[in-house]
């Protein structure tokens, strides 16, 4: 029979990994509306979307100082092993990613309201749908996250590539038409930003997805990711 001590331990423990996991998942939660209210601005010109998404980011980087001090806790004072081993570094490289997911989030927000995309003639359906499929590969990185499934993250990983073709056919769109008019230069130099910072969320997703897997599996995910479109 295990001492009354050893068992207080064990439960600490047990509540400090869950702990972590709650905190992981509602970073994730919040990037993922940060995501969803920088699009909505920029596509539907909404003056409130623009604003939310970056009054969160401070809350976002809070939850990121509390998520590492309490992995450096974990890691000092627990010694977890194996698998718990992994889940523990990966949660605090996770949420480095979700933080800089939030950080892309606002810088799309604070452009969405530039005076040179509210008046922009320039069709948004392009970077509408690069956002939509972002939006979905980051659901189902969140997703993976709180499932801990790593069939999930694989085809997060996977459909990256989506995110970079669209990347780059819009990258080229963008620039032509900045080349048949001068006057295009300010709209699209805006929304070329905005579009490398997708291109970028998409990115940190397939980190956090990569992370879940190696967590789950002890495996790691080939080190060559399958690309989309390239600018050659």
């Known amino acids: 029979?295990?001492?009354?001590?050893?068992?207080?331990?064990?439960?600490?423990?047990?509540?400090?990994?869950?702990?972590?996991?709650?905190?992981?998942?509602?970073?994730?939660?919040?990037?993922?509306?940060?995501?969803?209210?920088?699009?909505?601005?920029?596509?539907?010109?909404?003056?409130?979307a623009a604003l939310d998404a970056p009054e969160m980011d401070p809350q976002v980087d809070e939850l990121e100082r509390q998520?590492?001090?309490?992995?450096?806790r974990l890691l000092a004072l627990r010694a977890p092993m194996a698998g718990d081993l992994r889940e523990v570094v990966a949660a605090l490289k996770m949420s480095g990613d979700l933080e800089r997911i939030g950080d892309c989030a606002a810088s799309i927000a604070r452009r969405a309201m530039r005076n040179e995309l509210l008046s922009c003639p320039i069709s948004l359906t392009g970077l509408h749908s690069m956002g939509?499929?972002?939006?979905?590969?980051?659901?189902?990185?969140?997703?993976?996250?709180?499932?801990?499934?790593?069939?999930?993250?694989?085809?997060?990983?996977?459909s990256d590539t989506a995110v970079d073709e669209l990347y780059v056919s819009l990258f080229r769109e963008l620039v032509t038409y900045m080349m048949e008019d001068?006057?295009?230069?300010?709209?699209?130099?805006?929304?070329?930003?905005?579009?490398?910072?997708?291109?970028?969320?998409?990115?940190?997703?397939?980190?956090?997805?990569?992370?879940?897997?190696?967590?789950?599996?002890?495996?790691?995910?080939?080190?060559?990711?399958?690309?989309?479109?390239?600018?050659?």
């Open 1 to 48: 029979m295990m001492p009354q001590e050893s068992m207080h331990t064990v439960q600490s423990y047990e509540q400090e990994l869950e702990q972590l996991r709650s905190l992981i998942n509602k970073m994730g939660g919040m990037v993922e509306r940060q995501v969803a209210q920088a699009i909505t601005a920029v596509v539907e010109h909404d003056e409130v």
């Open 132 to 158: 939509r499929l972002v939006q979905e590969n980051l659901r189902r990185t969140i997703d993976a996250m709180d499932q801990r499934d790593p069939e999930l993250a694989r085809i997060v990983w996977q």
């Open 182 to 232: 001068p006057r295009n230069i300010g709209p699209c130099t805006h929304l070329l930003f905005i579009a490398k910072n997708l291109e970028r969320i998409g990115d940190h997703a397939t980190n956090i997805s990569e992370r879940v897997y190696y967590s789950v599996t002890g495996n790691i995910l080939p080190i060559i990711r399958p690309r989309g479109g390239t600018f050659d």
């Open 67 to 72: 998520t590492e001090a309490l992995v450096i």
